[in-house]
Structures are given as C-alpha cells and as structure tokens.
C-alpha cells in the first residue's frame, strides 16, 4: 500500500501539473470504486482545481465550491498521467491531461469520496497525527493510549497518519527495536530512538522518492535501499546477519534479529505451529534447523 512518502511523491508530483487546472470529467469504469453518492461526480466536473492535500494514505485534489476529490489507492491502486491503460478504474480529464486510476489483481479495494467542506474531508482521516510535525511528547502519548506491539501500533492509522507495513519495518530497523516490544515496557533512550527513527526514516524517503519533472510510475512497498522490508534472507546492512520474518495474512515483519531482538528469532505463526517446541529461538538454532 503507498504509504506517506509515496503519497507525498504523487501529491507533489500532481501540484504543477494541475492545481490552476480545469477538471474537466472524470470517468469511472466500475461503480465500485465511487463510494459517496452526494455530492456527486458532476458536481466536481467543469471546475478550476484550488488545492492537493494529504489525508492520511489519501489523496485529496480539492475544486472551487469546497469540493474535494479523494482517493484512497489501498494495496494495488496507482496513478498513472496520461498514460494510456486497457484497463482502469478512472479517468480524471483535466484541461492539460489526464490522471489514470488503476488497480492490479481480482480485488477492488481502492475508493473514490466526493465531499464537501473540511468537516466531511475531516471525517476520511483516521486521526492519527503527522509524525513530522509532532513532538517526542506528542508521538509517546498517542502510541501509549493503549498497550499495543509498537508493529501495531505504528501502522494503526488512528494513532500515526500514514504509516504501513513497510516504513514501520524500516523504522523498527533504524530505531534497533523489536516489533513485538510493548508500548508500555519501552524505556525513555528507546523512545527517544523511536522517534527519531520515525522522522529521520520518513523525511529521508520523502527525498529520495522525490519525483522532480517525472511522474512516479514505479511505487512499491519493495524498494532498492530499504534496510529490512522487503529484505528476507538477505544481509542486514548494519550487521550482516540475514534479515528474518514473521508471515501473517497477506503481510509479513521483516526485522533484523541480531539488531533488534537481542539474536532471539521472533514467531512465526504458521512455521511455530509446525515446529512446536522444536521453534528455534537463536539465530544458531535457526541455522542448525536449516542444516538437518
């Protein structure tokens, strides 16, 4: 799923090619996808676009009258500029182009809202705040409302807006915490770590996600330079060891054991009920497992 920085690269890649801009018509393939009925999309249509914001994993192009356009790309949505696809979800028709919603896979996830006013866009944000324009004493409030895994608790978009599977595991493996560790057991330098982590992980792929004149074709939670995510069975690149997982749903952990979790080798939900008490819990254990 685009997550903040990827979010951030569309939006600053749709700014100067249509904010002034006339939306002329959008045209929506499957009914679906639009999830409001009033206002509705003619109501958006003909009207000079005021605005681009971000609403937690959402994009937000805002009309004259107070009108909004959002869209919530989910896992496998992307935006495409007049690029021309076989198959799509919309079509956003400006005087100076066009913007493609497409959606890879069988399952339709991604949305479009048409609202009116900043308390109906209010009402599409979860709540979570901006870790970027946060303090060590705001982020450490919201995250202990609750004893949660920080794995959890980081990716809970009405605690942090815009963070997912993915940076959360770059920002455990920056910070050198488990994605087990409670919420409640962390001590001040953790925090500390914590937060700087989340901030310094989170501007440093907003800058190099940075699209400059291109449009991003090319968003993915698996990018080159990713220190854990995406990473399973490959070096970690502060310690060498090889990068773990843990497998649940349609996501997985990845974590360095040897950086984070003191060399203890995390559960696996599917493997732990296999192996039962045989589950490794070092990393030597785990590869003496894997030379039987």
């Known amino acids: ?172 493996h920056a910070a050198q915490l488990s994605p087990l560790a409670q919420t409640h057991k962390l001590k001040p330098e953790q925090w500390t770590r914590l937060f700087d982590a989340a901030r310094e992980t989170l501007a440093l792929w907003i800058t190099r996600l940075a699209p400059g004149d291109a449009f991003p074709e090319k968003v993915t939670a698996f990018r080159e330079g990713m220190a854990a995510h995406g990473r399973y069975g490959r070096p970690c690149p502060r310690c060498g060891e090889k990068i773990q997982r843990i497998r649940y749903a349609d996501n997985e952990t990845d974590y360095c054991a040897k950086c984070q979790t003191g060399g203890k080798v995390l559960r696996d939900r599917g493997l732990s009920r296999l192996l039962g008490s045989d589950w490794p819990r070092t990393l030597d254990e785990l590869e003496g497992l894997k030379r039987r």
């Open 1 to 172: 799923m685009p997550e903040l920085p990827d979010i951030v690269s569309y939006i600053s890649a749709l700014e100067p090619r249509v904010r002034g801009q006339r939306l002329e018509r959008i045209r929506i393939s499957t009914p679906f996808l639009l999830r409001t009925i009033k206002p509705a999309v003619s109501d958006v249509e003909n009207r000079i676009v005021t605005g681009l914001r971000r609403v937690g994993k959402r994009i937000a192009i805002g009309v004259e009258d107070d009108l909004w356009v959002v869209i919530h790309l989910m896992i496998a949505g992307r935006l495409h500029w007049n690029s021309a696809r076989k198959k799509n979800l919309a079509v956003f028709e400006f005087s100076n182009g066009s913007l493609t919603l497409t959606e890879a896979g069988s399952k339709r996830r991604a949305s479009l809202h048409i609202v009116r006013g900043e308390s109906a866009l209010a009402a599409l944000d979860p709540g979570g705040i901006d870790v970027l324009a946060s303090n060590p004493e705001a982020f450490r409030a919201v995250l202990i409302r609750e004893n949660h895994t920080l794995k959890r608790a980081l990716t809970d978009p009405r605690v942090l807006s815009g963070i997912g599977n993915a940076f959360s595991d770059e920002i455990l």
